[in-house]
């Protein structure tokens, strides 16, 4: 069993950056794969980023390739998602998971999830 809470969310204007952080409850973060997903108003959940259990293996989406960065400290059991040149479509509410033990980027693969932090970015 893992509790996952996200902080770092806010306001932030077009080309700004923000980090978010998900730590985690538990002895085991370390054997967790991690992820991150957003969710925009009326859609389902979207994989945004993913990272392996010792960090050396990370996946993006296309739409945040090269703009944001998944990284862990399995020391402090926490996961981080850097976003950097943020552009108001990014604005939804980020959430992270664990325990992935199917494709990484569909999100039922996960056993367990965070309670979200919204970010939204202004034009």
């Known amino acids: 069993q893992v509790q996952l809470v996200e902080s770092g969310g806010g306001l932030v204007q077009a080309g700004g950056s923000l980090r978010l952080s998900c730590a985690a409850s538990?002895?085991?973060?370390?054997?967790?794969?991690m992820g991150w997903f957003r969710q925009f108003p009326g859609k389902e959940r979207l994989f945004v980023a993913y990272?392996?259990?010792?960090?050396?293996?990370?996946y993006y989406a296309d739409s945040v390739k090269g703009r944001f960065t998944i990284s862990r400290d399995n020391a402090k059991n926490t996961v981080y998602l850097q976003m950097n040149s943020l552009k108001p479509e990014d604005t939804a509410v980020y959430y992270c998971?664990?325990?992935?033990?199917?494709?990484?980027?569909?999100?039922?693969?996960?056993?367990?999830w965070g309670q979200g932090t919204q970010v939204t970015v202004s034009s």
């Open positions: 998971a664990a325990d992935s033990r199917g494709s990484y980027y569909f999100g039922p693969s996960y056993g367990y």
């Open positions: 538990g002895r085991t973060f370390s054997s967790y794969a």
């Open positions: 990272i392996t259990k010792s960090g050396d293996i990370t």
